[in-house]
């Protein structure tokens, strides 16, 4: 059971920021903020993730409310090859402390 | 560093086949995971592993699949007898163990298609 709400769709014009919300209200005070992406046909692949703080890696940056209820992801200068599925996923704190994957933002980066 | 192999690839047979995959997760990492993709949906558990015990099998259809990572390594996903709506990706991914903080690596899949 996905605990967060993503819009389907997005676009973004290529060398521009794409920022993709991500909504998760019912978020426990340990559970942390996981975005990966799924390019077609192949594995996800993990970007960031974040408790409380925002976070920044090569790949993106991760922007987390003060309320943690939602966060954002920051592709910096989007290209072609970003085009992907993505996913959010807030990590339930129970046995195995397993991904409940959603349906994601499909985002597709226009030339 | 290598990351998560996964064979086949690719796999077509008919229903009431079996059919296994294997897996083998990134070196050092204690806690398998195998998840089944269907076609527009985000991928769903089946069943973890730390080391060689089962963490969690709920959302496994025990009547048809079965896992096991023997050694706390390597494992295989079987299914027999396959169905219609067994056809998906099989994703494998492993992680260095269960803590909220420990990021997921997943390998490339095995497509399944039943007829």
């Known amino acids: 059971d996905a605990k967060t709400t993503q819009p389907p769709s997005m676009d973004c014009a290529e060398g521009r920021a794409a920022n993709l919300p991500c909504n998760h209200s019912?978020?426990?005070?340990?559970?942390?903020v996981y975005w990966y992406r799924q390019i077609h046909s192949q594995g996800p692949q993990y970007i960031i993730h974040?408790?409380?703080n925002n976070e920044t890696n090569e790949m993106a940056s991760l922007i987390i409310t003060e309320d943690r209820k939602s966060s954002t992801l920051i592709l910096p200068h989007a290209t072609l090859r970003d085009t992907a599925v993505y996913y959010c996923?807030?990590?339930?704190?129970?046995?195995?402390?397993?991904?409940?994957f959603g349906t994601g933002t499909s985002l597709t980066v226009i030339p | 560093e290598a990351g998560v192999a996964q064979s086949p690839r690719y796999k077509i047979i008919e229903k009431r086949q079996s059919v296994a995959f294997w897996c083998n997760p990134i070196?050092?990492?204690?806690?398998l995971y195998w998840y089944q993709q269907i076609l527009g949906q985000g991928p769903k558990l089946l069943i973890q592993?730390?080391?060689?015990?089962?963490?969690?099998d709920s959302q496994l259809p025990k009547d048809r699949f079965s896992a096991e990572r023997l050694k706390g390594v390597d494992s295989t996903l079987k299914i027999q007898p396959a169905k219609l709506e067994d056809s998906a990706v099989y994703l494998c991914?492993?992680?260095?163990?269960?803590?909220?903080?420990?990021?997921?690596?997943f390998g490339p899949g095995t497509r399944l298609t039943v007829t």
């Open positions: 991914a492993s992680s260095r163990g269960q803590d909220l903080s420990y990021e997921q690596y």
């Open positions: 019912t978020i426990s005070g340990n559970e942390y």
């Open positions: 974040g408790l409380k």
């Open positions: 996923i807030v990590r339930v704190a129970y046995t195995g402390n397993q991904f409940y």
């Open positions: 070196s050092g990492h204690a806690t």
């Open positions: 592993f730390q080391n060689n015990g089962v963490v969690d």
